[in-house]
C-alpha cells in the first residue's frame, strides 16, 4: 500500500478520525473522495456527486453548443443533449436515492439544457412551462432515472450475491441505531414499493419472460400523474 495515495473516511454521525499506522505513518482522514466516478462522503449524501456530475455535463455541452445551429433540427437536437449531456449528468444514477432538494437540482439541470438548446437567456423571461412547450416534451429527467433504477435492480434481484441481500437488508448490522430524531432515511427500494409494493416487483423481475411483456425497457416504476 502506498501510504501517500491511501485515504481512511469514517462513514458515521460522529466527526471522530480513524487512526490507522502503516509504516509509522498515519493514514489521512478524509471527509469525502472519489472512486470510479462517483463521489463517496462521509454523510452518506449523493448531493455532492449530483451537483459534480451536472457541472461536468454543463462544462460538455458548452464545449458542443456549435452544435446547436439553426440547421440542426429540434429532433436531433434533443437527441444530443440527451445522449451527451444526459449521459454525463445521470452517471451511476442506478444506485442513487435521491431526497428533494436532489431532485431540484436535477429538474434545474433539465431546464437549463433545454434554454441553452433553444439559446433562451434568463433575462428573456420565459417561463418553464413554455420553454418545456417550445421543445416540445414534457419533464423527463426523474422518470429517466427511474427507469435506469429498477432495470439495474432487476439485474441485481435476477442474481443471487450478496447486493442483492444487502439492498434487501437481509444482511445483520453490527449496530442498532434507536431514539434517533427526525424522519428516517429514504432506502435505495423506496421509490419501487410507492407504485405497486417490492413483492409484485420482485415476482415480475424474476420472470423475464413477463417482465418485457408488461413493462420492457420503457418502464418507469415512479411516475406519478396529477389531475387537475
Not at 435521491?98 to 433545454?114: I, N
Not at 442483492?164 to 441505531?177: A, D, F, L, M
Request: with cysteine.
Amino acid at each position: 500500500m502506498d501510504v501517500e495515495k491511501t485515504k481512511v473516511m469514517r462513514i458515521s454521525r460522529q466527526p471522530f478520525p480513524v487512526e490507522i499506522m502503516i509504516d509509522q505513518k498515519q493514514l489521512e482522514n478524509v471527509v469525502s473522495f472519489k472512486c470510479l466516478g462517483s463521489i463517496l462522503t462521509n454523510g452518506g449524501r449523493i448531493t455532492c456527486e449530483i451537483k459534480c456530475t451536472i457541472a461536468v455535463a454543463k462544462a460538455a455541452f458548452n464545449k458542443k453548443r456549435v452544435l446547436f445551429t439553426s440547421t440542426l433540427d429540434l429532433k436531433s437536437s434533443k437527441k444530443l443533449v440527451k445522449h451527451y449531456m444526459w449521459s454525463i449528468a445521470l452517471y451511476c444514477a442506478e444506485t442513487w436515492t435521491l431526497r428533494a432538494v436532489d431532485q431540484r437540482h436535477l429538474k434545474s439541470f433539465e431546464l437549463w439544457c433545454w434554454r441553452r438548446m433553444e439559446k433562451i437567456s434568463w433575462t428573456d423571461n420565459v417561463r418553464n412551462e413554455d420553454v418545456l412547450l417550445r421543445v416540445k416534451k414534457q419533464r423527463n429527467i426523474l422518470h429517466e432515472i427511474n427507469k435506469r433504477k429498477a432495470n439495474w435492480t432487476v439485474h441485481v434481484l435476477r442474481r443471487n450475491c450478496l447486493l442483492q441481500r444487502v439492498i434487501e437488508r437481509k444482511i445483520e448490522w453490527g449496530i442498532e441505531v434507536t431514539g434517533r430524531r427526525g424522519r428516517r432515511r429514504r432506502k435505495l427500494l423506496d421509490d419501487l414499493q410507492e407504485r405497486r409494493g417490492y413483492s409484485h416487483f420482485k415476482e415480475e423481475a424474476l420472470d423475464r419472460t413477463l417482465w418485457r411483456a408488461r413493462f420492457g425497457r420503457g418502464f418507469g416504476p415512479v411516475v406519478r400523474q396529477t389531475t387537475k
